[in-house]
């Protein structure tokens, strides 16, 4: 079984804060990926990150880090200096390998940077 | 390049009523998926296909059917719409099992309200 969690629901921050966005994952596999998406509020999904389980490296761009770690189940998300463009919600999901693998979601952050 | 298309974009319809979501995409991928995104809920798979001529249930297929005639579409057809079913709809595509680094290719949405 795959499970995604989100334990925070809406984060809201002043504008030039840092904030990290947690995501913790289950899976019994070996072999899976790791995503982040920005939902702004236009509405489409759009596509920040992926992760392979074997590659535990952190990744940084621009403003935005992630820190994988396979020891405690987590991919969470750090956006620096935050602005207003910044709102939006965030899903990070789990991809399993196989035949009939999909993609699941966790439940999403709401992120709302203030001026 | 048009990825996926989703349409309608909106759409209301009254309790008992049916309609078809249709959704194509032009980029050959055999795997398909529908999710369903309710507020707080993140998303959830109604339905996928892995090739032409072959469907299979997600996590909330009641209430939907689907086909897939051809490998460019994947229509979504509700038959006795009900408010339960207020929702955003996303169809979605993949390569194969394992899609590439962006992960699957989203359709832009289509926002159903049943009154």
């Known amino acids: 079984a795959q499970k995604v969690t989100q334990a925070q629901t809406e984060i809201s921050v002043v504008e030039k804060e840092d904030v990290t966005l947690d995501c913790v994952y289950e899976t019994r596999d070996t072999t899976y990926y790791l995503f982040w998406y920005k939902q702004p509020p236009s509405g489409e999904l759009v596509f920040l990150i992926r992760r392979n389980s074997f590659d535990e490296q952190n990744e940084i761009s621009g403003r935005y880090s992630w820190n994988f770690q396979k020891s405690t189940s987590s991919f969470n998300f750090t956006i620096t200096a935050s602005q207003v463009v910044d709102s939006a919600v965030y899903f990070c999901a789990q991809l399993l390998t196989g035949a009939n693998s999909k993609l699941t979601f966790g439940k999403g952050i709401t992120l709302s940077v203030r001026p | 390049n048009a990825g996926v298309t989703q349409t309608p974009k909106f759409r209301i319809l009254k309790i008992g009523q049916s309609m078809t979501l249709q959704c194509t995409q032009d980029?050959?991928?055999?795997?398909m998926y529908w999710y369903r995104q309710d507020p707080g809920m993140g998303l959830k798979l109604i339905y996928y296909?892995?090739?032409?001529?072959?469907?299979d249930k997600g996590e909330v297929p009641n209430g939907y059917n689907v086909s897939r005639s051809t490998t460019e579409d994947f229509p979504l057809r509700l038959e006795l719409a009900a408010p339960s079913q207020t929702s955003v709809y996303f169809c979605?595509?993949?390569?194969?099992?394992?899609?590439?680094?962006?992960?699957?290719?989203f359709g832009s949405g289509t926002r159903l309200t049943v009154v």
């Open positions: 296909s892995v090739g032409a001529g072959i469907t």
């Open positions: 980029m050959n991928h055999n795997y």
């Open positions: 979605a595509s993949s390569p194969s099992d394992r899609p590439p680094n962006y992960g699957y290719t």
